[in-house]
């Protein structure tokens, strides 16, 4: 499976919690730069959350202090921790990991798709 494959979304109030996870069986998780972008309707893809290799982690200014990104080894898996959701964090949240021949992990460089492999990603609804 070169892909990701996302779980764990799904539908909350505003001020909420979510945990979704990305599973990658053919990575070892924590030697790749891996992160989490979203997409509402209408609008453009929007890099959240990324963790390189040293777990170095970066935040959008959007998410900052709500949302965590974290990493099982032993899993090998990544996750996305949600806090105090808001109705406009409703959006699909994708996992992409990064090529092995990509050079740059970043925030933008997760929305290049010639550059990271994506999930098909997993529904998250914040209702007011």
């Known amino acids: 499976q070169v892909h990701p494959v996302e779980s764990g979304g799904g539908s909350v109030q505003a001020g909420g919690s979510l945990r979704l996870s990305c599973a990658a069986s053919r990575y070892t998780v924590s030697s790749y730069c891996m992160g989490w972008f979203r997409q509402a309707p209408g609008k453009k893809r929007e890099a959240v959350a990324r963790?390189?290799?040293?777990?170095?982690?970066d935040y959008a200014d959007s998410v900052e202090g709500r949302l965590t990104i974290s990493q099982d080894s032993a899993k090998n898996t990544l996750y996305l921790d949600m806090d105090s959701l808001k109705p406009e964090d409703t959006a699909m949240y994708y996992c992409?990991?990064?090529?092995?021949?990509?050079?740059?992990?970043?925030?933008?460089?997760?929305?290049?798709?010639?550059?990271?492999?994506w999930g098909q990603g997993t529904q998250v609804t914040v209702s007011s």
């Open positions: 992409a990991v990064a090529r092995p021949e990509s050079t740059v992990c970043s925030l933008s460089a997760l929305l290049q798709p010639s550059t990271n492999y």
């Open positions: 963790i390189d290799s040293f777990s170095v982690k």
